[in-house]
């Protein structure tokens, strides 16, 4: 069975669409009714969130929680899961009708794979984009590629359970980019396979997105990388992980000395100190 999770919060406007994008999968629609269970985690929302889940009956499961964020209503969706497979969908985004079904025929061909991704189409204020060159998607082994930035887009992938149970839900603690550090831990514990058809919609440029809520994302970056240190990681790893937060240091240090705010340009001036990489890191570096 294919559990699929929609952490929603205060999003009745898109909503509605995202949920017909998940009734609409050929793959649901040809099989039997206990192939898959729908689950929207309703993260406190104020607007008819609600009234539009229930509109639907017993297709779905409907949560409401208190607002504690969206890692609080993705953890929530993972406890009250069944599934063999997990999928989520954020409630801006939308899935291609075959998106299910392309990803469970590489799944059953692959059994040994634990994560696959597809690519994407993008949408800012309604209007089609094309992702810059650095947005570019990777396949297998790929922890390097994902440090600079989240390339895995959690709507766009498809999961065992297992993957969970080994390297853990997602950091509440974390305001936002809980994306990047849940995918700097899955590319480091396994490969994570990229399907090139793009399968999902990802509609951007609202104001309530997190990152357009707070500035300097990589401030929550570097706090994921810190914690990724205390993980077992090879020599090289490390040289890399270390190499990446003095790169974000260094970013925020001048983005905070611009704002005159020297403080917080001091803590990251700190760190890059803590963090400078090594001999082999430097020769990285050069390179």
């Not at 406190?44 to 209503?73: C, F, R, W």
């Not at 989240?150 to 080994?166: D, N, Q």
Request: charged share 30%.
């Amino acid at each position: 069975m294919i559990s699929v999770i929609i952490p929603t919060y205060n999003r009745a406007s898109f909503l509605d669409e995202a949920i017909r994008s998940v009734l609409s999968q050929n793959y649901f629609v040809r099989s039997s009714s206990g192939s898959f269970e729908f689950l929207v985690i309703d993260d406190g929302s104020t607007d008819n969130t609600q009234e539009i889940v229930k509109s639907y009956g017993k297709k779905m499961k409907y949560h409401l929680q208190k607002h504690k964020g969206v890692s609080a209503a993705r953890n929530l969706g993972l406890d009250l899961a069944q599934g063999d497979y997990i999928a989520f969908l954020d409630s801006d985004d939308l899935w291609k009708k075959d998106k299910i079904s392309v990803q469970m025929s590489f799944m059953k061909a692959f059994p040994k794979a634990m994560v696959c991704y597809t690519e994407e189409i993008w949408m800012r204020r309604g209007v089609f984009v094309n992702p810059q060159k650095k947005h570019r998607k990777y396949s297998g082994w790929i922890f390097d590629r994902v440090l600079p930035l989240c390339l895995i887009s959690l709507s766009s992938a498809l999961f065992r359970r297992e993957v969970f149970e080994e390297i853990g839900k997602f950091d509440e603690e974390l305001l936002a980019c809980e994306d990047y550090d849940f995918s700097i831990r899955l590319a480091l514990k396994y490969p994570v396979y990229f399907l090139p058809k793009p399968l999902i919609i990802k509609r951007g440029g609202h104001p309530d997105q997190l990152s357009r809520k707070y500035w300097g994302m990589d401030r929550f970056r570097v706090k994921a990388l810190e914690k990724l240190l205390h993980l077992q990681l090879t020599p090289q790893q490390e040289e890399l992980v270390r190499q990446e937060i003095v790169r974000k240091c260094r970013i925020l240090a001048s983005g905070f000395e611009k704002r005159k705010n020297n403080t917080e340009a001091q803590k990251y001036l700190s760190l890059i100190d803590k963090y400078r990489p090594g001999e082999l890191g430097q020769k990285m570096e050069e390179k």
